[in-house]
T-cell receptor, first 118, second 110 residues
Framework: KAGVTQTPRYLIKTRGQQVTLSCSPI?????VSWYQQTPGQGLQFLFE???????NKGNFPGRFSGRQFSNSRSEMNVSTLELGDSALYLC?????????????????FGPGTRLTVT | GQQLNQSPQSMFIQEGEDVSMNCTSS?????WLWYKQDPGEGPVLLIA?????ELTSNGRLTAQFGITRKDSFLNISASIPSDVGIYFC??????????FGKGTHLIIQP
């Protein structure tokens, strides 16, 4: 099956602008999470969406927002860009199943969108 | 928020050697995960651990979920050049989504 796709792969923006990144999950996966990866802070959780609802949110300012559509595709938006927002933004789709004695977690990351803010 | 301490930060080893890295946390996690990330790509899930004490293998990789649920280790046996990359541990549980360690850079000298 097709993997997680993210568009665009590379983006250059100017301070103060806004940006929208897109993620298409694995078919059948209803959970989509977003992460920011920088050399200094590593991988940090932004938010998670499940069935069009935000389920969890990381410790990022309100300039970072997201949404999920009925087909599970997700977008994240960053408004009023700052230099420190330059990073690799990763999307992951996941599927979890659990029972009385079983738990199975499947997750795939996309290749990321490299955002450079100048 | 939750934090994971992953060590070592980097490892320079000879091809064929065994590798060991670990993660510790001040918080309890319900699931521990280990990933590998190659340059220009997203992390790839290697092993998922679901129960305290669980020991799981995936080829030459072996990982364990610590009894206290606050730590995990990953071993790679008989390393080969394609093992080069950054390995991340991650804990899943609570409202913080996945919490990642800072990564272990594995460099293999032929």
């Amino acid at each position: 099956k097709a993997g997680v796709t993210q568009t665009p792969r590379y983006l250059i923006k100017t301070r103060g602008q806004q940006v929208t990144l897109s993620c298409s999950p694995i078919s059948g996966h209803r959970s989509v999470s977003w992460y920011q990866q920088t050399p200094g802070q590593g991988l940090q959780f932004l938010f998670e969406y499940f069935s069009e609802t935000q389920r969890n949110k990381g410790n990022f300012p309100g300039r970072f927002s997201g949404r999920q559509f009925s087909n599970s595709r997700s977008e994240m938006n960053v408004s009023t860009l700052e230099l420190g927002d330059s990073a690799l933004y990763l999307c992951a789709s996941s599927w979890t199943t659990s029972g009385p004695n079983t738990l199975y977690y499947e997750q795939y990351f996309g290749p990321g969108t490299r955002l450079t803010v100048t | 928020g939750q934090q994971l301490n992953q060590s070592p930060q980097s490892m320079f080893i000879q091809e064929g050697e065994d590798v060991s890295m670990n993660c510790t946390s001040s918080s309890i996690f319900n699931t521990w995960l280990w990933y590998k990330q190659d340059p220009g790509e997203g992390p790839v899930l290697l092993i998922a651990l679901y129960k305290a004490g669980e020991l799981t293998s995936n080829g030459r990789l072996t990982a364990q979920f610590g009894i206290t649920r606050k730590d995990s280790f990953l071993n790679i046996s008989a390393s080969i050049p394609s093992d080069v990359g950054i390995y991340f541990c991650a804990g899943l549980g609570g409202a913080d989504g996945l919490t990642f360690g800072k990564g272990t850079h594995l460099i293999i000298q032929p």
